[in-house]
């Protein structure tokens, strides 16, 4: 037989028809809701007279638009409010499994997903949100979708979509110290570009996403979006059936075994062709900052804001001057000269337990910088928290100073309260740099948890890459 | 959904590349129920002075006069003109309801985030890629918008015509343009093939039972 890549195995366990040469009708096995995505969806069911599909291959939570403060009590915002208390009516008005606020099941969808073992090797995992890419570090075909889309999925369980082109991104060597899965896909976007991976699935593999847990592979997987890709993906191994074991959602006795059987198939053949290849050099990484206001526009920790000037590509140029107008910086600045008057640890890219754990051992017995003026922890999920609660990593964060908060998408994109002021600057564990994508105006650098824990008692970036 | 066929309109230059979602609509404004009404708040950071929120009174915008937008030739454009990559990032389809409720019909541009792409067949708004060349062109040929310059996109043609005559002609593909040309709804159209899909289901019921518990 034809060796085949991972991502034709998926592709093809799904089509439930063909719609012209290259798009399919895929059949979707799991889908992802929450609160700011999905009321139109749902709008739409009603309006028509439709019903979901399949009500069992729904999850729903509120994430987004949820204060991180207090999961107990009224949302103070009204339209905040709204928008949560209309996830809980349209999930009992469809039968609708719902993590409510307060459940200790609640948290971010790509969180929530794989904890549950709702996500699952071979699914196919749908979600109104771009960074659905994350699931594929389970060798699930994941992908973003928009709201109409949502409201199909609903009413018929699939998705007309255009086939992909694949790239294998093969790392391979030992990570240097200070340098993680979030380096390393940073790394990645700056090599591919922000399109540099439209109309892809990219697979990771090669022995360092080998040896990567599943938490530093699903950072991996997703950001793959920052580089265009919607799909991303890391085949099976010992690692991926260690993380699913005895997960509330992930068969159990004889249909696990029948599974993982299966499961293990979910790899590349030996020989597999791929559209494109891409090699990179694990020990060669170094902790990487963003500097600009596009998760491509990054640097590592003892380089300098770059110079438009050396850029000959006139658009190009022009991003770039736009950028660093937008983030006050001066070319030729060292990175570690840049400080931050906020920290914010979380998000669907880093708000894990191994996040808070390499944030923790940063931070502990160390005390927040004067000039900074919030530190904030996000837990991913409730059962994180409790998690991180149990290994005291929280008694590590507010004695340091830093608020330790309930879980939540916060500050990451600032649709809750959290949310940079004009002009702030701020690390950030999350995936977006864009212009006011913390806040109106404010100024977020990319970085992994341990740099941003180092930023937090430091006041400013730290090589913390080199040796002590 | 409101079909799309041919239209004549001004074209709106907005000469950035990367133009992502955030920017589109802000996620203050993401709190909304509706799919309708986000036309005032589309490029709220780069179009107005002030901050906005939810439900700030458009007599209280302060408009940034350098914004494409705001020059009074590009008010009533129908098309809008963009650099590579236009609708990266968020997923979020707020954008386009913010672009079609303001009133673009047609977004041109070398590429787009696939997301964003999709996004604009679902709401009635042609995506239309063009060679990076001819784009430089449109840029060169409009200015800073501030001119009378008509542009007609012909659907079923798949063309573009310039105001000087010349016609540049655009690929789509043939079940969105069906689909659009005919403000055809998706989701009936899938459901038309119901018996495949539960076809489809049993297949994969014996395959991997553990995804459809009793």
Redesign the interface.
């Known amino acids: 037989m034809t060796p085949r890549t991972l991502f034709d195995k998926l592709w093809s366990r799904h089509v439930v028809a063909m719609r012209g040469e290259s798009t399919a009708l895929l059949y979707v096995d799991r889908h992802l809701v929450y609160e700011v995505t999905s009321p139109q969806a749902f709008e739409g069911l009603r309006l028509a007279g439709r019903t979901p599909w399949r009500r069992d291959t729904v999850l729903a939570t509120a994430d987004h638009n949820v204060p991180t403060t207090s999961h107990t009590g009224e949302i103070r915002d009204p339209l905040s409010r709204m928008q949560v208390e209309r996830l809980g009516h349209n999930c009992r008005e469809f039968g609708i499994t719902l993590f409510p606020l307060g459940d200790r099941r609640q948290g971010i969808i790509h969180v929530i997903g794989p904890e549950q073992g709702a996500t699952l090797p071979g699914m196919t995992v749908v979600a109104g949100d771009s960074h659905t890419s994350t699931h594929g570090a389970f060798a699930a075909l994941a992908f973003g979708v928009g709201t109409s889309e949502v409201e199909h999925v609903l009413a018929t369980q699939c998705l007309p979509v255009d086939r992909m082109k694949t790239l294998y991104v093969d790392v391979s060597g030992a990570l240097p110290r200070g340098v993680t899965a979030k380096d390393l896909v940073l790394d990645l976007i700056r090599r591919l570009g922000v399109a540099g991976g439209a109309g892809c699935a990219i697979e990771f593999g090669g022995d360092t996403v080998r040896g990567l847990s599943m938490e530093g592979r699903m950072t991996l997987c997703n950001m793959a979006i920052e580089a265009g890709a919607r799909v991303a993906l890391v085949a099976v191994d010992a690692v991926t059936l260690d993380y699913l074991k005895g997960r509330p959602l992930a068969p159990r006795g004889a249909q696990w075994d029948a599974a993982c059987k299966y499961w293990r198939t979910l790899v590349s053949d030996d020989g597999a062709v791929f559209d494109a290849r891409l090699q990179i050099d694990a020990g060669a990484l170094r902790p990487m900052v963003s500097w600009g206001t596009s998760p491509a526009q990054t640097v590592p920790v003892d380089g300098h804001v770059p110079d438009p000037r050396d850029e000959a590509d006139p658009v190009r140029r022009a991003q770039m001057q736009r950028a660093l107008d937008y983030m006050a910086l001066e070319p030729g600045t060292a990175i570690t000269d840049i400080r931050p008057d906020r920290v914010f640890i979380g998000s669907c890219t880093n708000a894990r337990i191994e996040d808070l754990r390499a944030a923790a051992a940063i931070a502990r017995g160390g005390r927040v910088a004067a000039s900074i003026s919030q530190a904030l922890v996000v837990p991913g999920s409730g059962l994180v928290k409790a998690q991180a609660e149990a290994e005291g990593l929280d008694r590590v964060f507010i004695e340091a100073g830093f608020e330790w908060r309930e879980p939540g998408c916060s500050m990451c994109l600032g649709m809750n309260d959290d949310s940079l002021r004009l002009g702030e600057r701020c690390a950030s564990t999350s995936n977006r740099n864009f212009e006011g994508r913390q806040g109106t105006g404010g100024r977020t650098h990319l970085v992994s948890p341990a740099m941003a824990a180092a930023v937090a008692l430091a006041g400013h970036f730290v090589d913390i890459g080199a040796e002590a | 959904m409101q079909p799309f066929t041919a239209l004549t309109s001004h074209v709106a230059p907005l ?4 133009v ?1 979602t ?2 589109l609509i ?3 404004f ?6 309708t009404g986000f036309g005032d708040n589309l490029f709220d ?1 780069w179009r107005y002075r002030d ?2 929120y ?1 439900g700030k009174p458009q007599s209280a915008r302060e408009p940034e006069p350098d914004f494409v937008l705001n020059r009074p030739s590009c008010k009533c454009a129908q098309i809008l003109l963009a ?3 236009f609708g ?7 954008a ?1 309801w913010a672009l079609a409720d303001y009133g673009f019909r047609v977004i041109v541009a070398p ?1 787009f ?3 964003f792409f ?2 604009c067949f ?2 009635g708004v042609l995506p239309v890629v063009l060679p990076t060349r001819q784009i430089d062109r449109l840029f060169a040929d409009i200015g800073d918008g501030r001119k009378d310059y008509r542009v007609t996109v012909d659907l079923a043609e798949q063309t573009l015509r310039l105001p000087d005559g010349e016609v540049l002609g655009f690929e789509v ?3 969105r343009k069906h689909c659009l040309l005919h403000g055809l ?3 009936a159209l ?2 038309q ?2 018996d ?2 539960r076809a ?2 049993l297949r ?1 019921r014996t ?5 459809f ?1 009793a």
């Not at chain 2, 000469?15 to 990367?18: G, H, I, K, L």
């Not at chain 2, 990266?88 to 707020?94: A, F, I, L, Q």
């Open positions: 000469d950035r590349a990367d992502d955030d920017a802000p996620k203050q993401m709190k909304s129920i509706a799919r950071a901050p906005g939810p650099r590579d990559n990266c990032g968020s997923s979020r389809e707020h386009l590429s985030a696939d997301i999709n996004n679902k709401n593909d043939a079940y709804d998706d989701i899938t459901l093939q119901a495949d899909i489809y289901e994969r395959l991997e039972p553990w995804l518990p």
